[in-house]
């Protein structure tokens, strides 16, 4: 099963920001996007700190959690992903 541009972002952020294991839910994921959408909207492109804000902003378990190796997907790039309409079949 593929995972989705929503998941890989998910995943990315677990990874990176050491959520909980039932973090980011759909919902914390959808703030933290419209967080940095809303960066993007006044023309600012989102640093590592940015993200680290809205993750810390709206996962209360953030930085909880390791995790072993190292993900370097840009979360820039997982967010444009994930904010397109989802293609047509």
Same mark, same amino acid.
């Given at each position: 099963?593929?995972? #989705?541009?929503?998941?890989?972002?998910?995943?990315?952020?677990?990874?990176?920001?050491?959520?909980?294991?039932?973090?980011?839910?759909?919902?914390? !994921?959808?703030?933290?996007? $419209?967080?940095?959408?809303?960066? $993007?909207?006044?023309?600012?492109?989102? #640093?590592?700190?940015?993200?680290?804000?809205?993750?810390?902003?709206?996962?209360?378990?953030?930085?909880?959690? $390791?995790?072993?190796?190292?993900?370097?997907?840009? !979360?820039?790039?997982?967010?444009?992903?994930?904010?397109?309409?989802?293609?047509? $079949?």
């Amino acid at each position: 099963m593929q995972m #989705t541009e929503d998941q890989k972002l998910a995943h990315s952020l677990k990874i990176k920001f050491g959520l909980g294991p039932h973090e980011p839910s759909a919902g914390q !994921l959808a703030a933290i996007k $419209r967080h940095i959408q809303s960066l $993007r909207d006044q023309g600012i492109q989102p #640093t590592h700190s940015d993200w680290e804000h809205a993750v810390y902003q709206y996962c209360p378990g953030a930085g909880s959690c $390791r995790y072993s190796g190292l993900d370097n997907s840009d !979360l820039n790039a997982l967010l444009m992903l994930a904010l397109k309409p989802p293609a047509k $079949r």
